[in-house]
C-alpha cells in the first residue's frame, strides 16, 4: 500500500519518524519533500501534492506535516475526497479514522516529538472505518463537497449538485412539507416551485444572434439556439411539475416514463417510456419530485440515454444525500437541481425530514 507522505521546513523534523514507521509495517511511502529544514517553502504547494496523491488514488491514504499540522491540513481538505485532521495523540488518531474515516493525517513538528510519532500512526493504521452514523454523515459532507448553492452565479460543466438558496424557493418548499398543506396547495407549490426553478435549471442554455425590428429600428437580439428542452416526469409525482416548467418555456416537448419497484429485486422495471422522437438533440430534464434512493431518478436516465439522450439532468424538489450519491454515481455527467438537501432515509425509504409520499399528497390517494 502506497502511503504519500510530505512537509515544510517546520514539519521536517518529523518526517523521518514516519518514513521509517511505514517502512517498519511494510508500506510503500511516496516522499513529495520537503528535503531540508530550511525554510523558503510553503506548506499549501506540499499539501496540495500528497492530498491530490490521496484524492486521485495514486496513494491509498497520506501524512502531511508542518509547525502545528493546521495550515497542511487546511490545505489538503480544500481537495475533493480528502478528509485531512491534524491527531497529535494516539486517541485522536484513532477516532479520527474511527469516526471521520481520515485519509490524511496531519502532524505538527512544533507540537510533538518524533518519539510520538509511531503511537499516534499505529492507532490511525489499526482502526478501522465504523460507517453506519457516521458514513451517513460523511455522505453529506460529500454532498456539501459537491454542491453548488445557487443565486445567480453561471454554472459550467457537470455531474454538480445544484442547490437552490433562493428565499421564494425555501420559502415555499417550508409551506409544501407542512403535513396540513391541502392536496390543492401542494399541487400549487409544486408547479410554482418547478418553475421557479426553471430560471437557473436553464442559466447554460446556448444562445443564437437573431435580426428583428422594433417598431423604431432594427436590432439584433438573442434568442434560445438549437433544438432547445425536452422535460420528461417520472410517473405520477413528476407530473406535478410539468405545467409550472411548461409555463416558463411552452415549447418544451414532453416525455413520459414509468417506473414501478420489483417487489422480488427491489430493483426499478420500466412499464412506460414514450419519449420526444428528437430526444438526442436535446437538453433533457428528468422531472421527479423527492430523490430518495436514487434508484429510479438513476433507471430514469439509463433509459433516455439508451434512447439517444446526450444531455440528461434531473429536477427534484428534496433530496436524500444517499439518493444524490447514486445518481451521482451511475451517472457522474448528469446534474442534479434540488431546492433542498435533507437528512437521510428512514427504515421505509422516506426522506426524512421531507414531505411525505409526494404522489399521495399531489393526487389526494391516501
Ligand atoms: C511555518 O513556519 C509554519 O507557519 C507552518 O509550518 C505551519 O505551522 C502552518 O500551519
Known amino acids: 500500500m502506497k502511503v504519500a507522505v510530505g512537509c515544510d521546513h517546520a514539519g521536517f523534523v518529523l518526517k523521518n519518524a514516519v518514513l521509517d514507521f511505514l517502512r517498519a509495517k511494510g508500506l510503500e511511502p511516496l516522499d513529495f519533500g520537503a528535503f531540508s529544514e530550511e525554510g523558503g517553502d510553503d506548506y499549501p504547494d506540499v499539501a496540495l501534492k500528497v492530498a491530490r496523491a490521496v484524492s486521485s488514488e495514486e496513494a491509498a491514504c497520506g501524512v502531511l506535516m508542518c509547525g502545528t499540522g493546521a495550515g497542511v491540513s487546511i490545505a489538503a481538505n480544500k481537495v475533493s475526497g480528502v478528509r485531512a485532521v491534524p491527531c497529535h495523540t494516539a486517541e485522536m488518531a484513532r477516532l479520527a479514522r474511527a469516526h471521520n474515516d481520515v485519509n490524511v493525517i496531519t502532524l505538527g513538528g512544533r507540537v510533538i516529538k518524533p518519539e510520538q510519532v509511531p503511537d499516534i500512526l499505529e492507532a490511525w493504521f489499526s482502526t478501522s472505518f465504523e460507517g453506519g452514523r457516521h458514513l451517513q454523515r460523511l455522505n453529506k459532507i460529500a454532498v456539501a463537497e459537491k454542491s453548488t448553492a445557487i443565486c445567480g452565479n453561471t454554472l459550467e460543466g457537470a455531474g454538480r449538485t445544484v442547490i437552490f438558496d433562493h428565499p421564494l424557493v425555501q420559502h415555499k418548499v417550508g409551506i409544501i412539507r407542512r403535513k396540513d398543506t391541502t392536496v390543492k396547495q401542494f399541487r400549487e407549490l409544486l408547479q410554482e416551485i418547478a418553475g421557479l426553478m426553471v430560471y437557473e435549471v436553464t442559466r447554460s442554455l446556448p444562445l443564437t444572434e437573431i435580426e428583428v425590428?422594433?417598431?423604431?429600428?432594427?436590432?439584433?437580439?438573442?434568442?434560445?439556439?438549437?433544438?432547445?428542452?425536452?422535460?420528461?416526469?417520472?410517473?405520477?409525482?413528476?407530473?406535478?411539475?410539468?405545467?409550472?416548467?411548461?409555463?416558463?418555456?411552452?415549447?418544451?416537448?414532453?416525455?413520459?416514463?414509468?417506473?414501478?419497484?420489483?417487489?422480488?429485486?427491489?430493483?426499478?422495471?420500466?412499464?412506460?417510456?414514450?419519449?420526444?422522437?428528437?430526444?438526442?438533440?436535446?437538453?433533457?430534464?428528468?422531472?421527479?419530485?423527492?430523490?430518495?434512493?436514487?434508484?429510479?431518478?438513476?433507471?430514469?436516465?439509463?433509459?433516455?440515454?439508451?434512447?439517444?439522450?446526450?444531455?440528461?439532468?434531473?429536477?427534484?424538489?428534496?433530496?436524500?444525500?444517499?439518493?444524490?450519491?447514486?445518481?451521482?454515481?451511475?451517472?457522474?455527467?448528469?446534474?442534479?437541481?434540488?431546492?433542498?438537501?435533507?437528512?437521510?432515509?428512514?427504515?421505509?425509504?422516506?426522506?426524512?425530514?421531507?414531505?411525505?409520499?409526494?404522489?399521495?399528497?399531489?393526487?389526494?390517494?391516501?
Do not use: W
Open 213 to 366: 425590428e422594433t417598431p423604431i429600428a432594427k436590432t439584433t437580439v438573442r434568442t434560445l439556439a438549437g433544438k432547445k428542452l425536452a422535460i420528461v416526469p417520472v410517473l405520477r409525482a413528476g407530473l406535478g411539475m410539468v405545467d409550472g416548467i411548461l409555463q416558463i418555456v411552452p415549447n418544451a416537448k414532453v416525455g413520459h416514463i414509468g417506473l414501478y419497484r420489483d417487489p422480488e429485486t427491489l430493483n426499478p422495471v420500466e412499464y412506460y417510456c414514450k419519449l420526444p422522437q428528437d430526444i438526442q438533440e436535446r437538453d433533457v430534464f428528468v422531472l421527479d419530485p423527492m430523490l430518495a434512493t436514487g434508484g429510479s431518478a438513476a433507471a430514469a436516465i439509463s433509459l433516455i440515454k439508451k434512447r439517444g439522450g446526450k444531455k440528461v439532468s434531473l429536477v427534484c424538489l428534496i433530496a436524500a444525500p444517499e439518493g444524490i450519491e447514486r445518481v451521482h454515481k451511475e451517472h457522474p455527467d448528469a446534474d442534479i437541481f434540488i431546492a433542498a438537501l435533507d437528512s437521510h432515509l428512514n427504515d421505509h425509504g422516506y426522506i426524512v425530514p421531507g414531505l411525505g409520499d409526494a404522489g399521495d399528497r399531489l393526487f389526494g390517494t391516501k
